[in-house]
């Protein structure tokens, strides 16, 4: 079962760009090059344009195999889908088989207890066409008395908003933007409760907390980070507890908005899919602290080794210092440090916007100019000028990393759609953009 999960995993390990320079891959390699909405591709159904809340809701338990062994499977499933095509019908069971193991990434050695710690953590799964689901999970232990063992109640969703979700949710029409929605509680034994959940404004603050990050490196080291996932290289990080991991990997690739993250991505690793690190292609992945030897005795590339516990880096390429334009460096450090320092003054709502802001301001400095790059035809379709852009910055530090950055996927990804349309994909940071160009202006003519 572990190599069929494994290779439904794999089929979206890397989605190539098609700029000149970038090597194209099959379609079996490429998700972005599949054709969506033929019969018998998956299509969700509670989930619909993004109408409902979740997809499936699964209880995950360890059932003791005849080697004694404890192997994760769903004893419960919400709703039992039917009259499903057959292409659907294979996905849907390639997407059931991966779920236990994501729900229980720490292999099959378990034990009944009477006591144990309740914990909140995320996983994704990436579709063939490149789109992704999240489980969100709750792992706790069953009420009872004596010895038993662990169960996980996991939502799927291919909505990405973890601060509602971990309130609890029933099927619920999905709030807009800024909006709230008031959902029942559906704990038992708890009673009937209302709860009122407010949907973020900026849909790109729905699914992260910076707190966690700030909480366990240092700014020098998240800049670190952030240079290594802007230049798409590989990534892992370390941790004990199942929710850090998920927790600083999202946050981590919350830094790139307005790009995002188009490789492999996996917050939690099971254990039987630890040799992902081998992988040659960019990754972001969390494996669990007790998996660290194993980890670096594996075959692998260059790669950044983040150790969540400990706040450092235990491995590095050696230039990370290097890949970020100097002055938008520090300014973005200035910004992390004050906003550290002065943690305690702030919910995590305002942290998140404060933390995500600097970085935000660090791309509206570095390539806000690439719409004024755009050439349009006649018939509204765009042909961006890569050139050109790069040859406007006058900044040479900034003009060396801005050549290596316009060669990533995740920013191939992001012109491609603003080819398409002379309104802006991502309105927020085209917001951004417009207010720093204004503040140049105004500094200029006072």
């Known amino acids: 079962m572990a190599a069929a999960i494994g290779n439904f995993f794999r089929r979206s390990l890397r989605r190539s760009g098609r700029r000149e320079g970038k090597e194209e891959t099959s379609t079996a390699e490429n998700p972005s090059q599949v054709p969506q909405g033929k019969p018998g591709e998956w299509s969700p159904l509670l989930c619909s344009a993004g109408q409902f809340f979740f997809e499936y809701l699964v209880v995950v338990s360890l059932k003791k195999m005849s080697d004694g062994r404890y192997e994760p499977k769903i004893t419960y499933q919400f709703p039992k889908r039917e009259n499903l095509l057959k292409g659907q019908k294979e996905e849907e069971e390639r997407l059931l088989q991966a779920i236990p193991l994501f729900c229980f990434p720490d292999g099959n050695n378990w034990a009944p207890v009477t006591e144990f710690p309740s914990e909140t953590f995320s996983f994704v799964l ?14 706790l232990l069953p009420s009872g008395r004596g010895v038993r063992l662990p169960e996980v109640f996991c939502i799927i969703s291919c909505l990405g908003c973890f601060g509602l979700f971990s309130k609890g949710l029933r099927e ?11 959902i029942k509680s559906f704990i038992p034994d708890s009673g009937t409760e209302l709860i009122e959940l407010t949907r973020p404004l900026d849909a790109h603050l729905e699914h992260v907390e910076f707190q966690a990050l700030l909480q366990r490196l240092s700014p020098h080291l998240i800049l670190h980070i952030f240079a290594s996932a802007v230049l798409e290289r590989r990534l892992i990080f370390l941790a004990q507890e199942l929710s850090v991991l998920s927790q600083c990997i999202h946050a981590v690739a919350a830094l790139l908005y307005p790009f995002t993250w188009a490789h492999t ?19 972001m992945v969390g494996i669990q602290m007790r998996h660290l030897e194993r980890v670096l005795d594996q075959p692998m590339e260059e790669a ?3 150790d969540l516990c400990e706040g450092k880096i235990i491995r590095a390429v050696g230039d990370e210092e290097e890949i970020l334009p100097i002055k938008l460096q520090n300014e973005v450090l200035t910004s992390l440090t004050r906003h550290n320092n002065n943690n305690n003054i702030h919910t995590p709502e305002q942290l998140n916007a404060l933390v995500s802001e600097a970085f935000v301001q660090f791309f509206v400095r570095a390539v806000g100019h690439y719409s004024s790059h755009i050439k349009w035809t006649k018939n509204g379709s765009g042909t961006f000028q890569e050139r050109a852009f790069c040859k406007a910055i006058t900044s040479k530090t900034s003009r060396r990393f801005v050549k290596k950055f316009v060669k990533t996927n995740m920013f191939s990804l992001f012109i491609e759609e603003a080819e398409k349309s002379r309104i802006p994909q991502e309105a927020y940071f085209q917001r951004k953009i417009t207010e720093y160009h204004e503040q140049k202006k105004h500094r200029r003519d006072s």
């Open 172 to 182: 619920s029409p999905f709030p807009a933007p800024g909006k709230s929605v008031t």
């Open 126 to 139: 990436t579709n063939v066409d490149g789109s992704r689901k999240i489980g969100y999970c709750r792992r």
């Open 304 to 306: 950044l080794i983040v």
């Open 265 to 283: 991505y996996i917050p939690v690793v099971p254990e039987c899919l630890l040799d992902t690190v081998c992988c040659p292609t960019p990754f």
